[in-house]
C-alpha cells in the first residue's frame, strides 16, 4: 500500500488561497488519490478524488502531475470553516476490496 | 446521501466488559470498516469486511473482533475492554471507486 508524506501544519488568513501537497512516491498504477476533510469529534468527509492530470468539483481542485508521485490539493478563497485536517490516501487494492490507509493528515488553520 | 449511522456518540465501559459498537449504512454498500483514531497516532484501521460474512484484520486487529451478518451492518466488539481501547472509534462504508462515507464517531471511554 502506497504511504503518503504531507505537511503536518499550514496557516493561512480567509480569502487566500491554500495548497497542500501529498507525496506518494510509490503509487500503483491502479490506485487513486482522494482527499479528506476531518472536524473535530466528527468522522472525515471525502473531499475529492482523481486519477491523473485535474479534477475540480465544487469545494476544490486536485492537481496530479503526469508520474503521479505527488498531488496537490488547492483550496480556493479560504473561510474560517475551512479550519480542519485534511488527509490524503492513495488507494490500495486487495483482491476485490479497496482499503485506505490514514497517515496523519494537515491540520489547517485560517485566522481571520 | 449515503448515511453511516453508528449506535452511540459516548459509552463508557468498565475494564473486562464485552463492549459491542454498531455500525448501520443504508446506500447497500459492499465494504465496511472500522478505524480508531487516537491523537498523534491518526486514523488507524481495525478490521474490514467487503461482503456478508466476510471479514479482513486492518493493522491493529488484536483485542478486537468483528461481526458482519447483514450486508447494511458491521459490528466491532471488544471481548474483554482494556483502559487502552479508550479511543474515538468511526466506521466507514464504501464502494470501489468511490469515495469513503464516516459515520460520526463514538467515543468509548474504558474506565
Known amino acids: 500500500l502506497a504511504k503518503t508524506t504531507q505537511p503536518i501544519s499550514m496557516d493561512s488568513y480567509e480569502g487566500q488561497e491554500v495548497n497542500i501537497t501529498c507525496s506518494h512516491n510509490?503509487?500503483?498504477?491502479?490506485?487513486?488519490i482522494t482527499w479528506y476533510q476531518q472536524f473535530p469529534s466528527q468522522g472525515p468527509r471525502f473531499i475529492i478524488q482523481g486519477y491523473k492530470t485535474k479534477v475540480t468539483n465544487e469545494v476544490a481542485s486536485l492537481f496530479i502531475p503526469a508520474d503521479r508521485k505527488s498531488s496537490t490539493l488547492s483550496l480556493p478563497r479560504v473561510s474560517l470553516s475551512d479550519t480542519a485536517v485534511y488527509y490524503c490516501?492513495?488507494?490500495?487494492?486487495?483482491?476485490?476490496?479497496?482499503?485506505?490507509?490514514f497517515g496523519t493528515g494537515t491540520r489547517l488553520q485560517v485566522f481571520p | 446521501d449515503v448515511k453511516v449511522t453508528q449506535s452511540s456518540r459516548y459509552l463508557v465501559k468498565r475494564t473486562g466488559e464485552k463492549v459491542f459498537l454498531e455500525c448501520v449504512q443504508d446506500m447497500d454498500h459492499e465494504n465496511m470498516f472500522w478505524y480508531r483514531q487516537d491523537p498523534g497516532l491518526g486514523l488507524r484501521l481495525i478490521y474490514f469486511?467487503?461482503?456478508?460474512?466476510?471479514?479482513e484484520k486492518g493493522d491493529i486487529p488484536e483485542g478486537y473482533s468483528v461481526s458482519r451478518e447483514k450486508k447494511e451492518r458491521f459490528s466491532l466488539i471488544l471481548e474483554s475492554a482494556s483502559t487502552n481501547q479508550t479511543s474515538m472509534y468511526l466506521c466507514?462504508?464504501?464502494?470501489?471507486?468511490?469515495?469513503?462515507?464516516f459515520g460520526s464517531g463514538t467515543r468509548l471511554t474504558v474506565v
Open positions: 490516501l492513495v488507494g490500495g487494492r486487495s483482491y476485490n476490496t479497496d482499503k485506505l490507509i
Open positions: 469486511s467487503y461482503d456478508v460474512k466476510m471479514k
Open positions: 466507514a462504508s464504501s464502494e470501489i471507486n468511490y469515495g469513503y462515507t
Open positions: 510509490n503509487i500503483a498504477t491502479n490506485d487513486y
